[in-house]
């Protein structure tokens, strides 16, 4: 049963856990996230898990295995496929076939080892392998993000796949897509944030994170302009692009490094942070929305505002992914480190104060 805090089902598994993806679904009453493990001994493996909202909210999961651990995922352009970044800097493209129940290999479709500089000490956290990929849904393009070099764009619907564009950055933190026209913005490991146009891979830099690392970074869907952006302060930052001296709107409610944010795809006053405080906040920036023009509510006391709506403390170990279902805009799921996946739903007061 729904109550009026909203649900939580957790699914947890015995790995370490960095990365998840919000899969279509088929069914609005279905939500498929996919996460990876990590395992530096162990193979690494994908579960699926389906939460059906309308087979009494049971949790359903699908596991397939892969021969080395998973550092990233994103949800492909078939439903049927995932792009990955492996633990030891491999981008493929892979399928999943839904048929089977048992623990099942995963289907590669594409293989590209990045990382042909092989040194003999190690690079702190890797820094000369691929370690995030990021597919943009609308143009067929995929980032690659190398922390060492920059970021790569591929070109996924080239008959042979190949890199069309390197975005040259020494130090490159994290990246998001413009959910619309092929721009990206990427953050650096000293707060500078940039965006780039890929037509002519020119960046500029917008704004300063002034508490040192942005390791988070996610465009408004619905008012592009906006980009928020979540740092080693535990600050949640909303940027206008147009004006970027300062913050539109900023939010301290983690204690710790803010680790991923996912703005709501329907409703883009809601917007997830996740951090390493173990903490997944909801918030509410209605005044920073696409529904604050089309507003015309009298009555206030019913009327969404900004600030933190929900804190959930479900977790026990830091949390580097939070996403909203890609079928149901009042679910969402979130990730931490020790293997435990919590699904969960926006309060009940929240979703009518925006419905109604």
């Not at 352009?77 to 981008?91: C, H, I, P, Y």
């Not at 190949?162 to 413009?178: C, F, I, K, M, R």
């Not at 949390?319 to 079928?327: I, K, L, M, N």
């Amino acid at each position: 049963m729904e109550d009026k805090l909203g649900t939580s089902h957790v699914y947890g598994i015995d790995r370490h856990t960095l990365c998840l993806a919000s899969l279509p679904s088929h069914h609005a009453s279905q939500s498929l996230f996919a996460l990876g493990t990590l395992g530096a001994h162990d193979p690494g493996e994908v579960h699926v898990v389906n939460l059906d909202t309308d087979d009494d909210q049971t949790l359903h999961s699908t596991v397939y295995t892969h021969a080395t651990g998973i550092r990233s995922l994103s949800a492909a352009w078939s439903e049927q496929e995932l792009m990955l970044v492996t633990t030891d800097g491999a981008v493929e493209l892979v399928s999943l076939s839904t048929n089977q129940k048992e623990t099942r290999p995963l289907a590669k479709l594409l293989d590209y080892h990045y990382h042909h500089h092989h040194h003999h000490h190690h690079h702190h956290h890797h820094q000369g392998k691929a370690n995030k990929v990021l597919c943009h849904r609308q143009s067929k393009h995929a980032a690659v993000v190398t922390p060492a070099t920059g970021v790569s764009v591929w070109d996924m619907a080239a008959q042979q796949p190949t890199p069309t564009s390197t975005l040259p950055q020494d130090d490159v933190e994290t990246a998001a897509w413009h959910p619309t026209t092929t721009t990206l913005a990427t953050s650096d490991m000293r707060g500078g944030l940039r965006t780039w146009d890929l037509r002519t891979a020119t960046a500029s830099i917008e704004c300063a994170h002034a508490g040192g690392r942005i390791r988070a970074l996610d465009y408004n869907p619905n008012l592009p302009h906006h980009l928020a952006s979540g740092g080693s302060d535990g600050i949640l930052r909303i940027w206008d692009l147009r004006q970027p001296s300062t913050p539109l709107l900023t939010a301290a409610n983690h204690t710790h490094w803010i680790c991923a944010l996912d703005y709501n795809p329907s409703h883009d006053q809601l917007l997830l942070s996740a951090g390493s405080d173990a903490l997944v906040n909801l918030e509410s920036a209605v005044s920073l929305s696409s529904a604050c023009a089309a507003d015309t509510h009298s009555d206030d006391s019913t009327r969404p505002t900004d600030g933190l709506v929900m804190q959930y403390d479900d977790h026990e170990s830091s949390v580097y992914a939070a996403q909203w279902s890609a079928s149901d805009p009042w679910v969402f799921a979130s990730l931490s480190f020790d293997g435990r996946l919590v699904i969960s739903t926006v309060p009940r007061e929240e979703k009518y104060k925006i419905l109604l």
